[in-house]
């Protein structure tokens, strides 16, 4: 799952024929590790993303634009400065390097063209983003490196660039022949052929190492230095093949999806039959659409996620903190279940005065509250009278009363606090942009459980967001709540008492209301919005989920309650299986 420098090689020219001309409109930095430059060429708008995440650095054109931080960040403002109206002249890559080389023409302050690169290294956890100035010296970088960080290679302003160490002993398809290659395997350590091939390959990827060695043994596991002499014409035969698509530019964009999951696990630029009936390819017009579309989704969730830290800091600090402070106070009640006996030592303290006296640490007397009356022994504190001390044991026993109560009032508040922080999570695991993740954060702050913002005070609050809309197979809209604000506002102020309400029974979830208009709901309807409500639910990866449904006229909001709580009367349940092939068929595409 590597963009290696062979499909870097293809991806290459298929960005520079897509923008000729291309200057840059506007430069973007969604998070710390990427870039989106604004094109615009003879051919149009096109969003170009720059990323070096460790776990999926890459270059393509997007139409899945990342969100962007309300205030650009101090490299964002630099690049606008140095690349805002720069005309990009060429795109280069040393060999099959995982490096390319984008050449803008751009002015300074003085109206001088000055040349300017900004190197793409896509290398794993070493992959960065560096403007380097017409001098050769490195202006700024995403990832700053320092010789603490590396004794190699230092990535700082200043500093002159140097392209990243080579292993040596490479061999690179766009120049060196198939014979030599397959010669060159022969003088090397015997190994299993795919790792014998990516070591000696420069900028090819372990997947396409595997198809070779596959294609080469017909599916059998070969040894680099016993291939045959038929093995050995298999070998050279598909590296010549590989050769030639890198030359002519004839590669095929696919996707390897694996067929049990249905989730996308690599990509190449060639056929790839090694995963047999395991894996469907999936073939796509450009190499840019091939990794916007692998790497979209995970991105999304990995940056939201990123965004989300203090969030669930907050979260998981005030779970923590109230488990802690209701298993205290559980403890503490098991002492008070031991009451009665307090007070039964007041009564037979004040049944047996005329025969105790002060001074005394010990009161035996009989045990009337049990058949046979046994003797019992009862501390006392000889600094008190004996009637002083059956009032202090009856003091106890009010006093254990009255904090029973207390504390069983205390343990049910912290619990139905731990259920609101529960829906909290639920909601924040389904976050799908950073306007979601802010009302989530003011949702938060008014609960007393964080600050807006840094510096005490917000800005101008955004106008809040609509709910999810779909539309049921018998035309009925259903309307689905992003966060616990948007589910009061949903189903106290927004919802008719005539329209259905649905959440799932005892699990975070949702609101969901499905808008009657007056009319009867059918029962597909009210499956499909149940099968939205547990999709929208912490139990979306279930089956059989309970989903409970009433009329909104029957849900109210205790007073106090916190936001998103409820409760209903006069409700049906459902029990449906969430399906996101449903989800995005009711979705409305507007």
């Given amino acids: ?42 051919a149009g708008s096109r969003r170009l993303l720059l990323s070096c995440r460790a776990s999926s650095p890459r270059i393509h054109f997007t139409t899945h634009a990342p969100e962007n931080p309300a205030k650009p960040p101090m490299l964002c403002m630099l690049l606008r400065k140095h690349l805002t109206g720069a005309k990009l002249t060429a795109i280069r890559q040393p060999g099959l390097e995982r490096v390319l080389f984008l050449d803008f023409d751009t002015t300074n302050e003085l109206g001088d063209h000055v040349a300017l690169t900004l190197a793409v290294e896509i290398m794993g956890r070493h992959s960065n983003l560096i403007l380097i100035g017409e001098d050769g010296r490195i202006i700024d970088a995403v990832k700053r490196v320092d010789a603490d960080m590396s004794s190699v290679r230092m990535v700082l302003p200043g500093m002159r660039y140097v392209l990243p160490p080579q292993a040596p002993g490479r061999m690179d398809l766009t120049k060196d022949e198939p014979s030599d290659m397959v010669a060159a395997l022969a003088g090397r350590k015997d190994e299993a052929l795919e790792k014998a091939l990516l070591s000696l390959l420069l900028g090819v990827s372990p997947i396409v190492c595997r198809e070779i060695a596959h294609y080469t043994g017909r599916g059998a596991a070969l040894r680099s230095a016993a291939l045959n002499e038929t093995e050995q014409g298999r070998l050279q035969f598909y590296l010549s093949q590989i050769k030639d698509i890198l030359e002519t530019q004839k590669g095929r964009p696919v996707m390897v999806t694996d067929v049990a999951q249905g989730k996308p696990i690599d990509f190449s630029f060639l056929t790839i039959t090694q995963y047999g009936t395991a894996a469907a390819l999936t073939p796509f017009e450009s190499y840019s659409e091939l990794l916007d579309g692998f790497y979209a989704e995970r991105d999304r969730v990995d940056r939201i996620r990123h965004r989300a830290q203090d969030l669930l800091k907050t979260l998981t600090n005030a779970s923590e903190r109230i488990s802690r402070k209701i298993n205290a106070q559980k403890a503490e009640l098991l002492q008070c279940a031991d009451r009665e006996r307090l007070r039964r030592y007041g009564d037979l303290l004040n049944a047996n005065l005329y025969h105790l006296e002060k001074g005394m640490p010990v009161a035996q007397v009989d045990n009337f ?175 059989q989920v309970p989903v409970d449904y009433t009329p909104v006229k029957f849900v109210k909001k205790p007073q106090g309650a916190k936001p998103g709580m409820v409760i209903y009367t006069t409700n049906q349940t459902a029990y449906v299986t969430p399906e996101e092939a449903l989800v995005e068929r009711l979705r409305d595409k507007g």
């Fill in 369 to 543: 509250f049990e058949e046979g009356n046994p003797p019992i022994r009862i501390p006392l504190d000889p600094a008190k009278t004996p009637v002083q001390n059956a009032q202090k044991y009856y003091k106890d026993y009010r006093k254990a009363q009255t904090a029973e109560k207390i504390l069983n009032e205390q343990i049910a508040k912290g619990m139905q606090e731990l259920d609101y922080i529960d829906t909290v999570f639920d909601a924040l695991s389904r976050a799908d942009t950073e306007r979601e993740l802010s009302e989530i954060r003011a949702e938060l702050a008014g609960q007393g459980y964080g600050r807006l913002a840094k510096g005490g005070r917000q800005q101008k609050a955004p106008a809040p967001l609509k709910p999810l809309a779909f539309t049921s197979s018998d035309g009925f809209p259903i309307l689905v709540g992003r966060n616990n604000q948007q589910n009061d506002r949903l189903t106290l102020k927004q919802a008719k008492g005539s329209d259905l309400w649905f959440h799932t029974k005892n699990i975070p979830g949702s609101h969901v209301i499905v808008c009657t208009g007056g009319r009867e709901v059918p029962a597909r309807t009210i499956e499909e919005a149940a099968s939205l409500a547990a999709f929208h639910s912490r139990a979306k990866d279930s089956a």
């Fill in 1 to 42: 799952m590597a963009l290696d420098g062979a499909l870097l090689y293809l991806l290459k020219q298929e960005l520079f024929d897509a923008i000729p001309d291309a200057r840059v409109e506007r430069v973007y930095q969604p998070s710390k590790e990427e870039l989106v430059l604004a094109v615009r060429s003879r």
